[in-house]
């Protein structure tokens, strides 16, 4: 191996390395503005610990800031910046604090026992690791906490992305449960969406937090990490009054906040003001949102159209039947409003979830032999849920999928617009996995439906529901939450909804006698596609 070789195994080395232990250790002065902000807040620790303490930034900076502090201990499981920390802690003057610093591993340490020996007020401080469990299983990494299913998701969820979560999110969680009867702060470095979904769990399980806080931090400039990311402040206090509510403030030297979101009604909510502006909207679904396809297996299931044929995402040109194909829209031209000419096709390999795929080689022998050239490809999906099924499955389809007309709105961009998906070349149009979506029997319906969801009020709804910096800031689950209904009396259209509503009722009982009386089992014959929701 040659010296530049050399290098580059070794950068390629310290990389997996930092992204293995989440070792992006905290600028000084990052660090002397966080212990700032809890002096502006007029803490007085009796004892600081910092968990994941890497080079000891925090624990430096807060002996530094808090003199009276009688106790300090840093933890980590790196043995040489736990001896850089101690040489650091010889240098400095002497002072009445006894500091200690460990060599071990979180996961490992019996951190109710250790926080027993720490007098109140506690401060527990630092910044943990900013990588999740799925990373951390590809790099073979054994640096994680025991598998459970902490967050109590269940069936499709668990064995999807929803089960992934931030190392971070789970330490955190532990450290406010192991302080719920202290009078204790936590302030931490993490990714703004974590900060969420540990207060969410506090706030559910009714844990004493009688404070919450976020500051706003630029992630790019301090670590050259592209996310949002905050400074979480959360004061822990047996006695005194619980609050479910956070304040965020748009910076570390900004006491006074922009924004405060909480939980009200079983719900996180992003804005608490325009929450109870608009929870009158609050009630139960009378459509069904569903989400688009998901197929994993984009370069082979997803084609551009060349003349006849079609090119895949591998470049090759590919001559398929029309039975199995459907024109798409992925979510950034939903997002985008280029709805009404679709440059891409979706091969749709079933109509129901769990339907056998064999019929395709006798219905369209082109296509088979295209999916069995590609099989290799599908059995790489990791995904398990696609275990045990058909060859060539696909998730999130159903007589909904094949309507002609629909209202959706992507579920990864901040702009809360519902578009009109109306057919392509006389053929319904699928939608992506990212896509989510209410299936509609006419243009007129769809339009209509369309103009309730852009209205005024309904924007208010949303917003006072969506976090516009999480990852796919539009779930079903805040979808669902609009009582369509009471919308549509808000803005005057009542009798144009209900007479929608009751088309559907008549369609629905009408093609269930029709099915019954002609023993089809069926459920959307040829001549009938995208007439069903």
Not at 88 to 104: K, Q, Y
Not at 105 to 117: C, Q
Not at 284 to 294: A, C, P, T
Not at 322 to 343: D, F, H, I, Q, W
């Amino acid at each position: 191996m040659n010296g530049r070789s050399k290098v580059m195994a070794g950068r390629m080395k310290t990389n997996a390395t930092k992204a293995e232990f989440g070792d992006f250790q905290t600028p000084r002065d990052l660090a002397d503005a966080v212990c700032s902000v809890l002096l502006r807040r007029a803490l007085r620790p009796g004892s600081i610990l910092e968990p994941t303490c890497g080079k000891g930034r925090f624990l430096l900076s807060a002996l530094d800031r808090f003199p009276g502090t009688a106790f300090a201990l840093g933890m980590d499981i790196n043995a040489e910046y736990v001896s850089e920390v101690r040489t650091a802690l010889r240098r400095r003057r002497p002072s009445d604090c006894s500091v200690e610093v460990r060599t071990g591993n979180f996961f490992g340490a019996s951190w109710p026992e250790i926080l027993r020996t720490l007098p109140d007020p506690l401060l527990v401080i630092g910044n943990p690791p900013w990588v999740t469990n799925a990373a951390l299983g590809a790099l073979g990494s054994d640096n994680l906490p025991e598998k459970s299913n902490f967050q109590n998701h269940a069936g499709f969820d668990a064995m999807t992305g929803k089960s992934n979560f931030d190392i971070s999110e789970w330490m955190l969680i532990r450290i406010i449960e192991w302080i719920r009867d202290r009078d204790a702060t936590v302030a931490m470095l993490c990714k703004t969406a974590v900060a969420r979904k540990v207060l969410t769990h506090a706030w559910k399980n009714n844990l004493a937090i009688s404070r919450a806080d976020i500051y706003l931090i630029d992630a790019l400039k301090h670590f050259d990490a592209a996310v949002d990311a905050c400074l979480f402040v959360c004061t822990s206090s047996p006695e005194a009054l619980r609050s479910r509510d956070c304040l965020v403030h748009p910076g570390l030297f900004d006491d006074a906040a922009s924004i405060v979101f909480g939980y009200r009604d079983h719900h996180i909510v992003a804005d608490v003001a325009a929450y109870e502006r608009s929870k009158h909207l609050l009630g139960k679904e009378l459509y069904k949102w569903r989400s688009g396809i998901k197929h994993d297996c984009a370069a082979v299931m997803e084609l551009y159209q060349e003349g006849e044929h079609f090119r895949n995402g591998l470049g090759e040109l590919v001559d398929v039947e029309s039975a199995y194909l459907y024109p798409m829209l992925k979510s950034s031209e939903v997002a985008n409003g280029t709805t009404s000419r679709p440059v891409r096709w979706m091969l749709v390999t079933q109509r129901s979830i769990g339907e056998d795929t064999a019929c395709i080689a006798e219905l369209a022998p082109k296509t088979w032999r295209y999916l069995r050239r590609h099989v290799g490809s599908f059995e790489r999906r990791g995904s398990s849920i696609y275990d045990k099924r058909p060859p060539f499955s696909i998730f999130g389809v159903g007589d909904y999928s094949f309507a002609l007309w629909k209202v959706a709105i992507s579920g990864f961009y901040k702009t809360l617009k519902f578009a009109v998906v109306g057919p392509h070349a006389e053929r319904p149009v699928m939608l992506d996995d990212t896509v989510y979506f209410i299936a509609c029997d006419s243009e007129q319906e769809a339009e209509y439906l369309a103009s309730l969801l852009n209205s005024a009020p309904a924007h208010e709804f949303l917003r006072a529901h969506c976090f516009l910096d999480a990852k796919r800031p539009v779930t079903t689950e805040l979808l669902r939450r609009l009582d369509l209904l009471a919308l549509a009396r808000e803005v005057g259209s009542q009798r144009l909804l209900e007479e929608f509503l009751r088309r559907q009722l008549r369609e629905k009982r009408t093609f269930k006698r029709s099915n019954r009386r002609d023993g089809q089992a069926e459920l959307f014959p040829k001549e009938r596609v995208g007439a069903a929701r």
